[in-house]
């Protein structure tokens, strides 16, 4: 067994309390403590993160909730349960909810799959945002503004096997989420052989796909085809 010395003595693995320490990308350094309880200052102290002040310690609660842990506040360690902690750069933290748990950040913007992970949300789970009586449903690689003045409140709801796209001027077709590739893609919309493969983005940008591509399908996506350079329609 593994065992750490602290003050002189020597301290076995059975007396240590392990926490996790996620950064703002969510990458997560495990710590081990002697004692049953830390300060908010310990923990940044931990992952090398000091001056103190320049730091937000927020407590990653069993129930997904977030909750700031100031420098001088102690929070009671679980031996054999779930501890978690965030040490993000920043002053005051931005209130949202999702699906009515609290939760807290120090900067202004999240990508929806690190929201989904504080709530324990699963893969086959989207985060929704209810914004002028509309549903706005986020690709978990979209930024999520938590920011804004009024405080922000997520759902989550089970996410469709399949998405809408469209070809052509109106041409829509129902595709399995997943990655296709651009070949795969034309193959399915019947684009005349030659003819050059397009993703017209939200701006009206067109992007011709090179061969071999490789593109996660999301709901709403437009596509459009054009012959070779050269050669006329």
Do not use: C
Not at 3 to 13: A, I, L, M, N
Not at 35 to 63: N, Y
Not at 89 to 109: A, H, I, Y
Not at 122 to 141: I, K, N, P, Q, Y
């Amino acid at each position: 067994m593994a065992t750490s010395v602290e003050g002189g003595s020597v301290r076995q693995d059975s007396d240590l309390f392990e926490i996790e320490i996620g950064d703002h990308d969510f990458e997560f350094t495990s710590v081990q403590f002697g004692d049953a309880a830390v300060t908010g200052a310990q923990v940044s102290m931990a992952v090398g993160k000091h001056p103190v002040e320049d730091f937000v310690v927020l407590r990653h609660l069993k129930s997904g909730e977030l909750e700031t842990s100031r420098p001088t506040e102690t929070s009671a360690l679980s031996k054999n349960g779930f501890n978690r902690f965030f040490v993000v750069r920043g002053g005051q933290t931005n209130r949202f909810f999702v699906e009515s748990l609290s939760m807290e950040w120090p900067r202004n913007k999240l990508l929806a799959w690190q929201v989904k992970f504080l709530a324990g949300a699963g893969e086959e789970e989207s985060l929704v945002m209810e914004r002028d009586g509309a549903d706005h449903v986020f690709d978990d690689s979209d930024e999520v503004d938590v920011g804004g003045r009024d405080v922000e409140r997520f759902k989550l709801r089970r996410r469709k096997k399949t998405v809408t796209v469209i070809y052509g001027t109106d041409r829509e077709f129902e595709l399995e989420r997943r990655i296709y590739t651009t070949e795969e893609l034309m193959g399915v919309f019947g684009v005349p052989e030659g003819y050059r493969l397009d993703l017209i983005g939200s701006d009206g940008t067109f992007h011709e796909m090179a061969p071999g591509e490789r593109l996660k399908i999301r709901e709403g996506m437009e596509f459009g085809s054009h012959p070779p350079v050269g050669q006329s329609s």
